[in-house]
């Protein structure tokens, strides 16, 4: 971090002295320009003078006349209008620094040397004058004016990046604190990091590690539930199983062994469906509410469930009655698929030998109303909240239930925000499951056809 901002600095600085030094340049090249016009100007004046008094030849160039010009100094020359040199200043050139009659600037090399030279015409007289500065003079004093810039520009940018580094050093302390108490942590250690000593800065990381380190304890101690949960059923079906096999192995007749096969089948089929009902709960876990905001039509679902659910309804001679269904129901298709197959089954399983288990779907002002109703034994009023417990069973109902079955239709109730209500039909035995499910992910209620 302390590396980045101090790199973003750099190129600012660096963007900055560009900055300076094009305009510092300008700057001084225009003020140079305009210094020596002002002495062309003076000195062409002069020059008109001596020549209206008469004088048409000037005087020569001095006998101590410098072979070179010195970095500071100016010079110019005095032509007539035909480009005739009659005078220069000492260290000027002996050749003319411009060959033109125009007015204005120009650069010249002579002899390797640099000039910037101002012609400037007399409006009075044939006298021209060129004015002429060395660049190397120019330059000598740019140089030195950039470096009189340049400097303090440097020693902010090695001041800013030493504050740099030790705000940076300072505002990460606590997460380097976080980091270390993180690192020594066991693997089960799920607690709070302390945000009380944490800046402004970074107290919302703080309080966001917080809330991941808060769900995954809750996702670890849903998943260890399940796994005890899981571990405890388990164990008497596989002991069934184990005792099941023996008898039939000890078994002597056909007859003994045909009924030993038979009702080891009949645990291989109740474990087959407490192994499904767990692995369903499981699906129904963490990570499913994204779920909650799809949609999904009813009749996709309802076709699916009830083509598994057919060769037990004519195994246990149920009638099933289920309208057609023209509802988008909220929620992805795997929930939906579990939420009614559970209701389904779970009625088809209670419900009397030959008798009717009923599904109605219909909208309402407020979302999805789904009822199922079967003329089972019913559920007394006392224990119809624990029926929604993992594993618990009404005594004597329903042989070779896992007690899951409505546990998971209340977990994806709750994820589809919806609400569940256990009731009795008026005047008859039996069990009606009511659910409301909010509208939701783009979900329409329409109207069904029967």
Same mark, same amino acid.
């Given at each position: 971090?302390?590396?980045?901002?101090?790199?973003?600095?750099?190129?600012?600085?660096?963007?900055?002295?560009?900055l300076v030094?094009?305009?510092?340049?300008?700057?001084t090249?225009?003020?140079f320009?305009?210094?020596?016009?002002?002495?062309a100007?003076?000195a062409?004046?002069?020059?008109?003078?001596e020549?209206?008094?008469?004088?048409?030849?000037?005087?020569?160039p001095?006998?101590?006349?410098?072979?070179?010009?010195?970095?500071?100094?100016?010079?110019?020359?005095?032509?007539?209008?035909s480009?005739?040199?009659?005078?220069?200043s000492?260290?000027?050139p002996?050749v003319s620094?411009?060959?033109?009659?125009?007015?204005?600037?120009?650069?010249?090399?002579l002899?390797?040397?640099a000039w910037?030279v101002?012609?400037?015409?007399?409006?009075?007289?044939p006298?021209r004058?060129?004015m002429?500065?060395?660049?190397?003079?120019?330059?000598?004093l %740019? *140089? =030195?004016?950039? !470096?009189?810039? +340049?400097?303090?520009?440097?020693?902010?940018?090695?001041? &800013?990046?030493i504050?740099? /580094?030790?705000?940076?050093?300072?505002?990460?302390?606590p997460?380097?604190r976080i980091?270390?108490d993180?690192?020594?942590r066991?693997a089960?250690d799920?607690?709070?990091?302390?945000?009380?000593?944490?800046?402004?800065?970074?107290?919302a990381?703080?309080?966001?590690?917080?809330?991941?380190?808060?769900?995954?304890?809750?996702? %670890? *101690? =849903?998943?260890? !539930?399940?796994? +005890?949960?899981a571990?405890?059923?388990l164990?008497?079906? &596989?002991?069934?199983l184990? /005792?099941?096999?023996?008898?039939?192995?000890?078994?002597?007749?056909?007859?003994?062994?045909r009924h030993?096969?038979?009702k080891?089948?009949?645990?291989?089929?109740?474990?087959?469906?407490?192994?499904?009902?767990?692995?369903?709960?499981?699906?129904?876990?963490p990570g499913a509410?994204?779920?909650a905001?799809?949609a999904t039509p009813?009749?996709?679902?309802?076709?699916?469930?009830?083509?598994?659910?057919a060769?037990?309804?004519?195994?246990?001679?149920?009638?099933?009655?289920?309208?057609?269904?023209?509802q988008?129901?909220p929620g992805?298709?795997e929930?939906?698929?579990?939420?009614?197959?559970?209701l389904l089954?779970?009625?088809i399983?209670?419900?009397?030998?030959?008798g009717?288990?009923?599904?109605?779907?219909?909208?309402?002002?407020?979302?999805?109303?789904?009822?199922?109703?079967?003329?089972?034994?019913?559920i007394?009023?006392?224990?119809?909240?624990?029926?929604f417990?993992?594993?618990?069973?009404?005594?004597?109902?329903?042989?070779?239930?896992?007690g899951?079955?409505?546990?998971i239709?209340?977990?994806i109730?709750?994820?589809?925000s919806?609400?569940?209500?256990?009731?009795a039909?008026?005047g008859?035995?039996?069990?009606?499951?009511?659910?409301?499910?909010?509208?939701?992910?783009?979900?329409?209620?329409?109207?069904?056809?029967?």
């Amino acid at each position: 971090m302390a590396i980045a901002a101090a790199a973003a600095a750099c190129a600012v600085f660096l963007l900055l002295g560009a900055l300076v030094y094009r305009a510092v340049a300008t700057s001084t090249t225009m003020q140079f320009d305009e210094l020596l016009q002002q002495q062309a100007a003076l000195a062409l004046r002069y020059a008109d003078h001596e020549y209206d008094e008469g004088d048409t030849s000037l005087v020569p160039p001095s006998p101590y006349d410098a072979p070179e010009v010195l970095p500071f100094e100016v010079v110019y020359q005095l032509v007539t209008g035909s480009n005739r040199l009659v005078y220069r200043s000492p260290g000027a050139p002996q050749v003319s620094l411009a060959g033109g009659l125009g007015t204005g600037y120009s650069n010249v090399t002579l002899n390797g040397e640099a000039w910037r030279v101002y012609s400037l015409a007399s409006g009075t007289t044939p006298l021209r004058i060129h004015m002429a500065e060395p660049v190397k003079y120019r330059n000598a004093l %740019l *140089a =030195r004016t950039l !470096r009189a810039v +340049a400097l303090p520009l440097f020693a902010a940018l090695a001041l &800013l990046t030493i504050l740099i /580094a030790l705000v940076t050093e300072r505002a990460f302390r606590p997460v380097r604190r976080i980091a270390a108490d993180l690192a020594g942590r066991g693997a089960d250690d799920l607690s709070a990091v302390d945000t009380a000593a944490m800046p402004v800065e970074t107290h919302a990381l703080g309080v966001a590690l917080n809330g991941l380190l808060a769900r995954h304890a809750e996702v %670890l *101690a =849903r998943e260890r !539930r399940f796994t +005890a949960d899981a571990a405890h059923e388990l164990r008497t079906p &596989l002991a069934a199983l184990r /005792a099941q096999a023996q008898v039939a192995a000890r078994s002597t007749s056909v007859a003994e062994t045909r009924h030993a096969l038979d009702k080891l089948q009949t645990n291989i089929d109740r474990t087959t469906h407490l192994m499904s009902q767990l692995l369903s709960l499981a699906r129904v876990e963490p990570g499913a509410c994204e779920a909650a905001l799809q949609a999904t039509p009813a009749k996709l679902i309802l076709d699916l469930v009830l083509e598994d659910l057919a060769s037990v309804a004519r195994e246990r001679k149920i009638t099933l009655t289920v309208p057609e269904c023209r509802q988008v129901l909220p929620g992805s298709p795997e929930l939906l698929y579990l939420l009614i197959r559970n209701l389904l089954e779970n009625s088809i399983r209670n419900a009397l030998p030959g008798g009717h288990v009923g599904l109605e779907i219909r909208g309402t002002a407020h979302g999805i109303l789904l009822s199922v109703t079967d003329d089972g034994p019913g559920i007394p009023p006392a224990e119809r909240t624990r029926v929604f417990e993992r594993f618990y069973r009404v005594a004597g109902r329903a042989a070779g239930g896992s007690g899951l079955g409505l546990s998971i239709v209340q977990r994806i109730v709750e994820i589809l925000s919806g609400t569940i209500e256990l009731s009795a039909p008026a005047g008859a035995s039996g069990l009606i499951v009511t659910i409301r499910l909010p509208l939701a992910g783009g979900a329409v209620a329409s109207q069904s056809a029967a």
